[in-house]
């Protein structure tokens, strides 16, 4: 994949050096609280202000990332800003909503999301609470473990997918599917799995629009449909030695996944991403 090593984007908040990323999960408590105030007053700097933002404990800094760690970190902030500008064309163009920039949080071990502690256990995730994506660089290792690429393409695969439940968000997709799984809580799987799918879609569309503009080739869309393939929960399942039960899936088999992600990049349409119709395919 054509891509340019820089900088962090502006819509990227880097926790990675914070102890703990902010409350939950390891806070540091009232005490903690009055000693960042005390400490502010002192030096005239806004620990507390930093804190609550997410920056953790104030001037406690854990080591520095690795030469590695941090040209994923420099993947990731560049998939963002590209898988965000493609959006914020096609959206509006396709739908006739404006696209909002989404941010995306870098952390070890574990912070605090609108949706609750983010741990790195999670893997990447979307939380539409506060509009971010959250990550933990580690998990390269985890999809390495499953039998996915961690090529550049599968790594920027795994972000548009992400970036993908934003725009099921903007379109208010998200927000159905939570409601129609409380009216059928027997349908929260089958829901799940039609909303993972057309995230897998919509990062197609994002990679339909990188080979327009020649950025990937076809050795890179292998290794997208590799990692796509890692995380299918048939896949999963049977990496974990368990038996395979469709009833449990929640994201999706190995071959569904590969099929939206293609159906996004052949057509490079929203319209075509329709897990939920009649062009759902396998429901």
Avoid at 38 to 56: C, E, F, H, K
Avoid at 81 to 108: I, N, S
Avoid at 237 to 252: C, I, L
Wanted: charged fraction near 20%; include cysteine; hydrophobic fraction near 35%.
């Amino acid at each position: 994949m054509d891509w340019t090593p820089g900088g962090l984007s502006e819509d990227v908040e880097d926790r990675r050096g914070s102890s703990g990323g902010g409350f939950g999960g390891g806070g540091i408590g009232i005490i903690g609280i009055v000693f960042l105030l005390i400490l502010s007053l002192v030096t005239g700097r806004n620990y507390i202000g930093s804190y609550l933002s997410g920056g953790g404990a104030g001037p406690s800094r854990a080591a520095a990332p690795s030469p590695d760690e941090e040209r994923s970190a420099q993947l990731v902030s560049w998939t963002l800003d590209d898988v965000q500008k493609v959006w914020t064309v096609v959206l509006p163009e396709q739908t006739g909503k404006e696209y909002r920039h989404a941010h995306l949080v870098l952390f070890r071990d574990y912070t605090q999301s609108g949706c609750g502690v983010a741990k790195s256990q999670s893997g990447p995730f979307y939380c539409p609470v506060d509009e971010k994506v959250y990550i933990d660089l580690s998990f390269w290792d985890e999809l390495r473990r499953l039998g996915g690429s961690t090529a550049d393409f599968a790594q920027a695969y795994v972000i548009a997918h992400e970036l993908g439940h934003h725009v099921q968000n903007i379109l208010g997709i998200e927000r159905e599917v939570r409601w129609l799984s409380r009216q059928e809580p027997s349908q929260q799987n089958p829901l799940s799995v039609k909303l993972e799918l057309q995230a897998d879609c919509f990062a197609g569309i994002w990679a339909h629009s990188t080979a327009q503009h020649h950025l990937i080739d076809k050795a890179d869309v292998a290794e997208g449909l590799k990692a796509a393939a890692a995380v299918g929960d048939d896949h999963i399942q049977k990496m974990s030695r368990a038996a395979v039960s469709p009833e449990t899936f929640t994201h999706g088999t190995s071959a569904q996944r590969i099929e939206w992600f293609k159906r996004g990049l052949d057509e490079g349409k929203v319209s075509a991403c329709d897990t939920f119709g009649a062009g759902g395919g396998s429901f």
